[in-house]
Structures are given as C-alpha cells and as structure tokens.
C-alpha cells in the first residue's frame, strides 16, 4: 500500500509518533484497568469480612464495584481492539482468497470505526448533558454521572481509532 511505511504504519513521522502515543495510552489503560480489577477485588472482599465477620456491612461498595467494572471494561476494550481479541465471526471471511480476506478486513474495521466514531459521538453529547446538568448517580453516595460516562467516551473513541488504523493499514498477512 502507498502511502505507509513496513509493518502496517503510516509513512509520516509525525504521525507514526502520534500513533505510539496512543499505543502507550492503550498500555496505561491496560494497566489502570488491571489495579481496578484488583480493587473490585479488595473491595469486595472487604465487604465479605465486614458483612459475615463483624456484622457491619458497608454502604459504598456496591456503588464501586458497579462503577470500577465500566471504568476496567471501557479502559481495557482499546486493547482488546488493537489486538484482536474481540468476538469475530470468521467462517465467511475464511472462505476467501487471501487477497479478499485483507480487502474485507479493512471494510469490516472501516465500519468497527464508524459504529465506534457514532458512539463516541452520541455518548460524548450526553457526558456532556450530564456534566452541564449536574445529573448525578443513583447509588448510596451519588457522584456526578459524567465522571462515570467520561471512560466510555474514551473507550469507544480509542477503539474507533485503532479499527481505522486496521483499515487504512492492515497487519501484513501471515505467508
């Protein structure tokens, strides 16, 4: 393809530069991901020995739990993206010539983007609606409610960008 430089890159310097930003962005996201998990983890275990060990259970783990396990899914899905490691129905796609296969490859990323980009845009109008209308949690300790719809933002824009890099420049094929 014109246009890129080997492996799947863009040609631009600075664009390729951009690009690791974003793949160490993804990597921090991973890693946030996976200390969220952890907490779930300790909180809810917290909240077994508060409850079955002392008879005095908590009021906010629930609340927690319930908002780390959006922030782990939405931090984490940009990698999921980049790596392929979403659910993909391939039994048509295989029935392809190689050729075909790359051809569909970057349609089918090109609508990941586009459904991604949708998303982020409709969810981004609505973090916003939120933010600017003080529209709060239900839960036992309300935190405003775009604090929580910020990370699916993220998420689903991170994942429209890495199906448009998949697009415009596939993985080379495997010979």
Request: hydrophobic content about 55%; proline content about 5%.
């Amino acid at each position: 393809m014109s246009g890129t430089a080997a492996a799947g890159m863009p040609a631009s310097r600075n664009l390729a530069a951009l690009l690791r930003l974003h793949d160490r962005l993804t990597e921090w996201g991973v890693l946030a991901a996976m200390a969220a998990l952890a907490l779930i983890v300790a909180a809810f275990t917290l909240e077994v020995v508060a409850r079955y060990g002392f008879n005095t259970p908590t009021r906010w783990t629930a609340d927690l739990v319930s908002y780390l396990l959006l922030f782990v899914t939405f931090m984490a899905m940009p990698h999921v993206t980049a790596t392929g490691g979403h659910v993909a129905v391939t039994a048509l796609l295989e029935t392809l010539p190689a050729a075909d296969q790359r051809r569909a490859g970057q349609v089918i990323a090109l609508v990941g983007a586009a459904v991604c980009a949708l998303l982020t845009w409709i969810t981004f109008g609505e973090t916003l609606r939120q933010a600017t209308s003080g529209v709060r949690m239900m839960a036992a300790y309300p935190v405003p409610k775009a604090w929580i719809s910020l990370w699916i933002v993220y998420g689903l824009a991170s994942s429209a960008l890495y199906f448009l890099r998949l697009a415009l420049w596939p993985p080379a094929q495997a010979d």
